[in-house]
Each structure stands twice: as structure tokens, then as C-alpha cells.
């Protein structure tokens, strides 16, 4: 709980640094973003709300932290309970539509890992028509548990409209981690645990709301899931 508390307050630290520093344009370069969601399978039900700091400090970087917080709702393989991760770290733009973040924190609570975050975005202009992808991976230094998350969309809809629809696929590659084991939780081996989902996501964003909803259905090594994210940006 002590290292657990430390790195909450280091979050804590990374916000307050974010909304402190000055930049030029910082008013036009601020935001924070709240989100929550719910994912479930035949093995696991999780849940999760968090909020995300976002500050400009120059036109290519800005200072991010985020705080999120996850409760397995039901489990026969993972540890049932309640836990946070904190993460502070920096973004950069490096093309138009391209950015890129590196983001390093905790969990803590129930659970104690180290992890180091990093995000690959882009939307391009391919004719007439709009691609998204999204590329994030996360690691666990102390569970050795990592995922890889692909997320590739495009509207369906028309996209000047203040209300847009989109559509596209999301791919899951990770290990488990932490899992049950005649009543005792192990850790898993590093290389012999790779799990993959693949499933369809239809998400809605209306833009005077700076708001959206994602819904995801689709199947893998543990059969069909279903997830739901929402969010709702604030621009300071």
C-alpha cells in the first residue's frame, strides 16, 4: 500500500505539473478527458472509468497524465477485486494527423506493477475517404504481462456532419499475466501464454458534444467478447 500510495501521489504530482506549466496558445492546447467501459467474456467481467489530462507546452509536445481505475467484476482465471494505474508522459506530433505518446506509471491498490505505455496514431486522407489507426502497447514490469492493441476505422457516414458514424475492426495480442490456479493465483510463463481477439467496432462521436461511444463485439482464444467505451472531452 505504501509504494501503492507513492505512486498515486505521483500522478497526482504529473497533473498538477501539466495544468502549472505555461505555454504559449495553453488555453487553446488544454483538455481533459473523461472515459469509462465495460468489457466481458465467458471468463472475465472488468470495468473501468479514468480521466486524462492532456497540456500543450509546444506546437509538437504536450505533457499528459492520465489516472484510470479497473474492477474485475467476475473471474475464475484473474484476481477479483479493484485496483488504479497512474501514468504521466509525453506526446509529440511528427506529421500531420500523426502523433505519438510514451507514458510511464503504476498500479496500484490491489496490485502493484511498474508499466511503460506507448501509442502510435494517425488519420489519413486516402481519395475521399478518412482512415484511422491506432497502435498502443502496454508492459508490466513486475506481472511480465503485456498487450498489443491495433484499431483501424473509417467513417461510414459523412464526416462534416456534427453527429458521424464509424466502423471498423480492433485486434487484441497479449498475455494473461496473473491467473488462478487451484484456488492460488501464478504468474504465467513469458512465452508460452499469447493469447489473440479479433472483433468489429461501431463507434459514434458527436462533435459539438467533444463525445463518443464505442461498441465492439468479437471472438478469440476465449470465445465472444463484447466491450463498451464512452468518453467526453473538455476543452480549457
Known sequence: MRIGRRGLWTVVGAFALALATPATGRCEHASFTLYGGLFGNKDYIEGWEGVQATVGVHDYVSLIGRISGFHIIDSDRFHEGH?????????????????????????????????????????????????????????????TRWQSTVYLSTPITDPAKDVVLFGGVESYIYNEGQFRRDGDFVRNPEHDDVKVAVGGVLSVYKRSWDAGVKLSCGGGDYGVYGAMTLFKTFTL
Open 83 to 143: 485496483s488504479g494505474l497512474g501514468e504521466g508522459g509525453l506526446g509529440f506530433t511528427v506529421a500531420p494527423n500523426t502523433s505519438v505518446a510514451v507514458l510511464g506509471g503504476s498500479y496500484f491498490g490491489e496490485i502493484y506493477d511498474p508499466v511503460i505505455e506507448g501509442d502510435f496514431s494517425t488519420a489519413q486522407l486516402f481519395g475521399d475517404r478518412w482512415i484511422y489507426l491506432q497502435i498502443t502497447g502496454i508492459y508490466g514490469f513486475e506481472s
